[in-house]
């Protein structure tokens, strides 16, 4: 049963969602579900029933014919047990699935023209082999094929028994797949590259040599009395913090209804937060590389590939998981255990001083973190929520897992990547991943400015040229909307609410504080970039409309062009004082490391939205000493 309308669908919700389709809608056992999830409900429907009202329970589903290879989107109503819309989605290619994934690997593994290409490069046994099918976009479609469900697959290999298959890339070999048939259509055969002696494993009993670190004692979390937060179903309360806990199986985690408790009062900062895209654009044109675009939000989805987290290894301390509740493409419901972490963590010192005849006074930091970490193939993703004591919120992302890499022969390295071991190097990527930031400060009607700083020439006014000013710029379209981050003037953009003022008489405002973003570098006319116009600039900013939820399209496999972003804001809508959303767009350009060979040690990057205005004061005086010494008053 779910209790609050933004509570994820359950087990049983998923389940009646698809037999109401097979029931009304002729959805056969042909058919696929890509996407179960629910359909949130609106800010007035959440406001409604906080005053009472009973809610209604939606569905949106996405699933498509393998017969005919047709797409249909359909809202239901679980609550009425009906179908409300069924529309063909004529160009639509809906996301790829764990079924297809795995039954395509199993497919290729018995194909007498897969076995023979492995025997002839001495490899037998199929049981070690990994075969990775990766989405195309639609511009390297091959033409005769351009109306299937196409995957192209890669191939990798274990050397022994518990080894890494990314140790061991089959170079050259690749299989162009009809995903709807599971049928071998191509078999790409280059095996000019002679396979050098390479050591990718990273499991310390097949490292050779390998002696671990004897130097390291215990280092425990120990809270006797618990820990401080309380989860009520998906509502979670930490100090003055209040949030409910989303999870799809597009974006994962989701953070809706962020408020801060001020007198008495939860004041809104946040009305929903989540990543709703993710491009890793491989920069290398080589014949082993140059399909190599994931759009891991929209092609695989965050949900879909997050993994369940192990105490003391994921997360350390006082832990309270919750479970996320996914489907097959039977619509059959799954439950990945432990999908999300929450606990609190000491973050060293929140704020100090000494004084010199009265002694120091301070407090230690705390924070709230909320995590999901996902793994997508060979690479995982470590998504990290934090909320802190003065109201920032940070988002931090960790990349780890194991780089794709490629042989080459004697002599020819290409330049598009680093050497890491024997002939074999890391091609250059980047991550790009786009925050979907549902921001309400204090309210809805929100304009978001930019904030530029500025040293004005020397003058009467600025004799020794030291003045700095502050440009507040409001936005006031979509177009202005557009933004890039300029080191020349710290750039930074603020959400102020200008009907709410601060007890100074200014308006109530959270910045967003960009860190991680860099230029797409991407040719204009390059085929991901059409795909991803999404990534052209480090903020967008839309009005709020609830069908505008992917900023690449909600289609991206086999996509021509980006149908989201780019298509949204030619309306050059108003997104002044009014209900706002910010897109923004930052991650990691990843030159590679040889100290990232086997194993990569986590990339991080953050992003942060910090009250400006929004308190009078610091918010945090209230938080008490830990130890008595930490207070002057009664500590000398
Ligand atoms: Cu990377």
Redesign the pocket.
Known sequence: MSSHPLDPLTADEIRQAASILRRDQGVTDRWRFASIELREPSKQAIRDHESGAAFAREARVVCWNRDDGQTYKALVSLTDDRVVSWAHEPDGQPNMTVDEFLECGQALRREPRVIEALASRGITDLDRVLIDTWAYGAHLLPEEYSSRRLGWADVWYRKEEGGSPYANPVSGLHFVVDLNRMELLELEDDRSVEEPQTMGEYVPRLVPGQRLREDIKPLEIVQREGASFSLEGNLLRWQKWSLRIGFNYREGLVLHTVGYEEGGRTRSVAHRLSFAEMV?PYRDPTPDHYRRTAFDVGEWGLGFMTTSLELGCDCLGEISYLDAVLHDTKGEPYTIRNAICIHEEDNAVLWKHVDAQFGAETRRQRRLVVSFHVTVAN?EYLVYWRLYQDGNIECEVR?TGI?VTTHFSEGRQPPYGTLVDARTYAPF???FLVARLDLDVDGERNTVHVIDSQALPTGPDNPHGLALVQRSTPLRTEREGEQDYDWTTQRAWKVVNEHVRNGLGTPVGYKLVPGGCFPPMLDPQSPVFRRAQAIAHALWVTPFHEEERWPCGEFVVQSREDRGLPIWTSQDRSIQDTDIVLWYVFG?H?I?RPEEWPV?SV?TVSFWLKPVGFFDRNPALDVPPTIHSCHSEEGQ
């Open positions: 890793v690479y990349a780089m990527h980047q991550h990691i990843h590679t990569m990339d």
